[in-house]
């Protein structure tokens, strides 16, 4: 119960600092390969998922802590999960009509302007 | 575990026991003190007080429902100078009144009488750890309710005298969004919202420490199975705050953001919660990208767990209660342990059902429908254990028993209305009418504050080593009972009758113009209620100085606390406790052995005698 | 002393009980019996709850009084039952009422579907709303289409505009269009057992078939600023033909008379 | 009895529960309101997100992250000297994110890409090039009344100062000044007054919403308005033509540097208000975190050589703190910058 020796587990600290970097390296190269948006998503969080994991696992301990940990971080990372999956039928997407998007109602003027400038656009998103 | 014979080494983890008795100044043993006691007692004087200005507002808001537009009273003449209108309430006042009543009964009556007062004076005591572990945070967590009462208290006035908050507790967005939508509240409805985010940081910073402490601070033998169920419902309920109040301290920060141009005017105007096109006061449309309903969503994500907070410290208490009255073991201890867990847990899972109109997806509703239907399922385990421990038992007829009766009976009649607006299809014609004042009244006042009129009187002596006067109490409990009864019963015939909530003039509308009647009549009720109470504040604070004396032990009751003096000193314990038992081995072989019906839990074993097992 | 206060607790059930039988007869109850289709199964799920509750109610509170009562009898010299629970009776009732709450939620849900999931609105009603109801602070507009035209979500020119009085048939099943054009409203009507927020940004159609024809109260149920009280309007369920003679009354009305025809502008 | 790990440690992880749960209100809100929303601004031109500051940012955040798990050890080894220097580190790098965070709002603020000031329609927008005009003419013209050239009734006014403001070029030197400073006025003046009915003629046309194309007497579109028939409209005001008016404006007049300098070109974004709302209650409140864990590690690096092992359990704690403003990072970066 006495927690004085504190852990004696040695982690390359390093080779997690290279690995978080790798990642970090992965994630702007997914932004800058041209995959469709729906892949970089999907990539992309999974990249910084494995980043989360090696930095609770290692920098924060957790590999080396007692089953509370469980008993803490299961309920908290359902929760986490379990609100924006619970708000989605409501505001992710709308059962019914919904008339704010302003794109249409309210700027017909925008989507014009936008139109105009879709081919600067682009090219802007290339260089960028 | 149930045979435990615990060494008698110093307990508690990283923590020295060495408190250095230099002198303290007043100001630090009893303003900014770090004692939980202190503490403790400090909430609650201050939930006991802002209980009767909650409690004169909901009498304003009585007096609009049976006399309607017609000059107050005595103190029509105080709201006229506010208002300039000689007494008579006008709809933003009225709208502001119910407003605030419910802000201050919530956030700063029944929420942090629980965990802030109750939390604080049992939780140390209770499982024998001489204070709380982070006993500064602990001081803080009382002195950040004075900025919340300040705002709350300030938002009376911010709008320039005429009418403050005005959107309901709810405060749902648009309305509460848009400056012009609501013109009175202006300025207040954003020192508002700085009140409900400091009441939060008070109660997170209550949360943390209580988690800590009940995990890491039991005294030796003081298993998670021994632990008295207050205890249990403190850290369930903690655990309720720490997951769920992140999320209305989240949305409320994005409320402020949409509002704090009404303080500070070239300040940030975001839009989290206002659509494009909306054309409010005749101003221009509005231009945004949020969505109100996200606000619905993210509070009752909160402020539906919250109403199990409000509800479950007092089940705790008041089944520790009747366990002593009724000199009796807690029927059903770990049902009623893991009736409380589920209770916790879905409540999480059922916020939707406060939006069974508001235009949510249906399959969500049907989902939300059921999980809420479950909900039932844990309380009634919970009921019919509270019944399984009154029955045959050698009852103390006193007022603290009565209470807790009467939190049993009502909270039945609190959670069935419950059971309707579950129902899809029924809340539809109920959702928004007096059938939901009703359910809430019931369980709010009906249930938990029956528990914490109980648990006053209860750990009374344990405070202030007096006793209150049980006559005096028991004319309170009458009163009481009768006055709630009459006003919040009738309310459910309202409810039927179709008549809406928020009215500042229902009669308005013909079909419900012959119920004025009924209203006078709840009104009266509420009044005799109202004055009832006068009895529980004079006998409280009469009993702090001339109350009957009484020792350590006065209910001969088996919590550890019972073991430490009365008042306990700073520290607590004298006897560092060591827990041999669960808590409520009253009338058992055990006792029966030392010639009592009640065994203290810190009282070693007689040689010879088994020591009994408190669960199977 | 101590059988008053067991007495007291079976006593009061008692007046609530009472309170509830009298209730109908002094009008007390609902405002009239239930006058839609949908009203009347929402209504038969009240009834059901309610038996279900009402038998809940007596059984906890009179097993409550009676524990009381057997405390207040009991031999003083006798000592409390020592029992720590039973592990049968937690679960029988656990198991009981998980069936009746269960049987519960399962009895609603098709009513449910009916009243709020779009594909199962009546095909009659479905493609083609009466009227666009916006409510607003604090009243209530009406906007019909054309006569023999179709609702569109925006306005048209020739639309008819009302206020605060909404014409609807009877005996037939019928759609509006709940629209706010400010601040979230409830659309309730009492007698109808209908009611629907109106969400800003949002068009949400609500149905009902009313059985007679008759004046609805029509009330906002969502608090909405300082006047929501007031926020009165009323429905009025006639014939087909009779709606159809309002409309045409009120397209001559609008384009005849000057001033009519100034109001409906602004309202665009 | 408990569980074997110090109280502040288990209150530091019930902490950080919490913590998850209010970023989670704050991602979670985000990806819904974004999924939910019929565009989203994305452009760089749009949002001035600069996938390479953030990404930078992320990997200064690694290292510090990286340098606390050293000093810990170091703490736990007593080797203070050491947990100091890293712990250094960390806070330099801490004011280093700081820093980089600063430059991307910086870039946010100039093109004024805040929550309540972008413009989501064109009228909004020409609205808005009004507006900027009208206050830099505001700030023109105040020159003269705070310097007593003019002296005005009421100097908040600027239809009441114009006329003065244009007879300073006709009037009498007076007796407090030298020739040559009222040389100077004079041609201000002038200037100022033009710039003054350029702005005057903007705004007339974008409160009526009358084309640029015609004349600029309000009189005049009134008396045409009167005209038209049922139905007919005289043609609305065009982006467009703002813009070819702003950048005439720009381009010449001794006035130009300052109005480029003051006056952006029309720039409609469409949930331009949301995004930004987003991005800055997301990174906002995550910037409040790093300055809370710098204080904390402040409160160590004071300690300066007396550095003893009490604190270990501090470094650990504030350690795992940090960890997690990493961790909120981690995620904002990809979802903020990069989808
Ligand atoms: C302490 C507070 C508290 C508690 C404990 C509860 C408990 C419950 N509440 Fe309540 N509720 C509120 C406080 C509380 N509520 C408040 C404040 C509001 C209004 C907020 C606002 O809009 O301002 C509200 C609103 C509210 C609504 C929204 C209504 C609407 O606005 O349309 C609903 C809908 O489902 C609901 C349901 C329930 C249910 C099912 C329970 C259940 O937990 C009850 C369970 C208990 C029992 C059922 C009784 C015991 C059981 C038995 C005796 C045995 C068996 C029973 C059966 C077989 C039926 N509540
Ligand atoms: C814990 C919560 C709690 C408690 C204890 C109460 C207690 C009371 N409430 Fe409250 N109430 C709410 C929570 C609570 N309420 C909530 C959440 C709402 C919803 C608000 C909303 O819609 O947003 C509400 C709304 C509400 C309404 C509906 C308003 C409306 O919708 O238009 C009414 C109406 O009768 C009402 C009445 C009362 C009464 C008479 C009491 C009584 O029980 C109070 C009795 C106590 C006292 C009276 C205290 C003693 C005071 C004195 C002795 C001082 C006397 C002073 C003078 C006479 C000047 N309440
Ligand atoms: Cu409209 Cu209430
Ligand atoms: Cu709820």
Redesign the pocket.
Known sequence: MSHDEHQTHHVNYLAVFFVLCGCTGLSVLFDVMSMSKGVTIVLVLAVACAKAMSVMMYFMHLKFEGNWKFVLLAPTTILAIGLPIALFPDIGRSYYINVAPQVTTWAPEVAEYEREHAAAAEHSEESH | MATITPALETHGHGHDHAHGHHEQTFIQKYVFSTDHKVIGIQFLITTLLMLMVGGALALAVRWQLAFPWENMPIVGKLFGVFQGEGGQISPEFYTMLFTMH?SVM?FLV?IPVLAGAFGNFLIPLQIGADDMAFPVLNMLSYWFMWPAIFCFGYSFIAGGATAGPAN???SYPVLSDIASASPSSGEAQTWWLFGLTLVGVSSMMGSVNYMTTIINMRAPGMTLFRMPLTIWSMFITAILQAFALPVLTAAGFMLVFDRLHTLIPTSIHSVFFVPAGLVVNNAAPTVGGGQPLLWQHLFWFY??PA??I??LPAMGMVSDMLACMCRKPVFGYKPMVYSMAA?AGLGFI?WG??M??SGMNPALGMT??TS??M???P??I???NWIGTIWDGDIQFNAVFLNCAAFVAL??V??????F???VPV?IY???TYF??A??HY??FG??LFGVFAGVQFWFPKMWGREMHDGVQKVHFVLTFIGMNGTFFPMHLLGIAGMP?RYADPYLHGYLEHLLPMNQFMTISAIIMGFAQFLLLGNFFYSIFYGKKVGRNPWNANGLEWSAPSPPGHGNFDVPPVCYRGPYEYSGPESEALGQDFILQTTAPPAGVKVAAAHH | MKKFWALFFWFWPLVALYLCVIAPGRNWWFPSKPLSTLGHQIDGLFYL?LI??TV??V??EFALGYALWKGATKNPSSRAWFSHGSHKLEIV?TI??AF??VF?SLTQLDVLADIRVLSRFPDSVKEAPVAEVMARQFEWRIRYPKPGTDLMTSPQPGDLYYVNEVHVPAAVPTMINLRTQDVQHAFFVPRLRVKQDAVPGLVIPVWFEIEEAGDYELLCAELCGWGHYKMKARIVAESPEGVSAYLTRLEREQNEDGVQEAETASVE | MGIPIPNSKLGMWLFLGTEIMFFTAFIGSYIVLRLGSNGWPTRYEDTHINVLLGGINTFVLIVSSYCVVVAHEAMAQKNFSKARGYLWVTTLLAFLFLGIKGVEYKGKIDYDILPGRIPETSSQAMQKVSDQLEELVRERFHAYTHSGVITAERPGDLLGIAPLVQALQSAERPSSMTDAEFKGYQESAAADYELFQKWMNLEQHVVADVSLAQPALPADYLVKREALGAGERLPALKLEEVRTYLTELKTTGPLSGLISARVFDPHPMVYGNIFASCYFIMTGFHAIHVIVGMILFGMVLKQGSSLNERWTDWVENSGLYWHFVDLVWIFLFPLLYII
């Open positions: 419910a919530i029944i309901g507790w709810t402020s539906h109403v199990y409000m509800l209770i059922v059902h406060h069974f109109t939300f429908m809420t239907m909900i039932a399922l309380s009634a919970k009921v019919f909270f039945i609190g959670g069935l209305s419950g059971i607006m579950a129902a809340d109920f959702h928004d939901i004042v359910h809430f369980v709010l249930a938990t909530r | 709850i279900i509750v809940t109610f059984g906890t009732w009981v009422p009746v709450l519960i």
